[in-house]
């Protein structure tokens, strides 16, 4: 099958950054004083992530929905950013060596529900862990839902990145760790990987790199 490939797309956190998502509500917890559940409903009944990945709020914007909902005027844009960037961990060197191997033989994708403050975060760790400045540096072209307006696994999503970088479906491999990410991408015809902890891309790719 891999002879077939000429474009892998990947997903960011849990493909090649390590994430742990409860961990961003509960450090807005800790910063509020509130408990988890409650937090995490307010989240919830106001879309707030939705609503700053799809692009609808910016930044600016979603620090002050965040100081509005929790009713604390007081955090810093500083603080409020340290709490939504907890949830971003590491990236292993091994996953950026191997992007850069696939590169030589494959077009290379990003594609990510994502916001502004978590790209600007993962740049930093990205640099910090491999010299390599940017995201946009490891991939051909990078698609982030918040600068795109809709996020997966709405079908459109791929599809516009299909026909933006002129790529055939079947020649192209999706690796996504939402399953349902992953159906859908399938459903157009994009080969699929879903990465499953404990394992990583670096367990799935490498015929690819061989």
Do not use: C
């Not at 009713?71 to 409020?80: A, K, V, Y």
């Not at 010299?131 to 490891?138: E, H, I, S, T």
Request: hydrophobic share 45%; proline share 3%; no cysteine.
């Amino acid at each position: 099958m891999k002879k077939k490939i000429k474009n892998i797309i990947f997903d960011l956190g849990d493909v090649i950054i390590n994430i742990d998502v409860p961990r961003a509500a509960q450090s807005f917890a800790t910063l509020s004083g509130r408990e988890l559940k409650e937090v995490m409903d307010i989240f919830q009944q106001n879309e707030l992530f939705r609503q700053f990945e799809t692009g609808r709020l910016d930044a600016a914007s979603f620090r002050g929905y965040v100081r509005q909902i929790l009713q604390n005027e007081g955090w810093s844009d500083g603080d409020l950013d340290k709490a939504w960037n907890s949830l971003l961990l590491d990236i292993p060197p091994a996953r950026i060596e191997m992007l850069q191997k696939l590169a030589r033989k494959y077009r290379l994708f990003l594609l990510s529900n994502t916001s502004s403050i978590h790209i600007a975060k993962v740049n930093e760790i990205l640099h910090e862990t491999s010299g390599v400045a940017r995201l946009d540096d490891l991939f051909e072209k990078i698609y982030l839902s918040y600068e795109m307006g809709i996020m997966k696994p709405d079908a459109e999503i791929y599809e516009r990145l299909l026909e933006d970088s002129n790529l055939v479906a079947k020649e192209t491999l999706f690796l996504d760790d939402n399953a349902d990410n992953v159906a859908v991408a399938k459903t157009l015809g994009i080969q699929t990987i879903h990465v499953q902890k404990p394992l990583t891309m670096l367990d799935y790719l490498p015929d690819y790199v061989a």
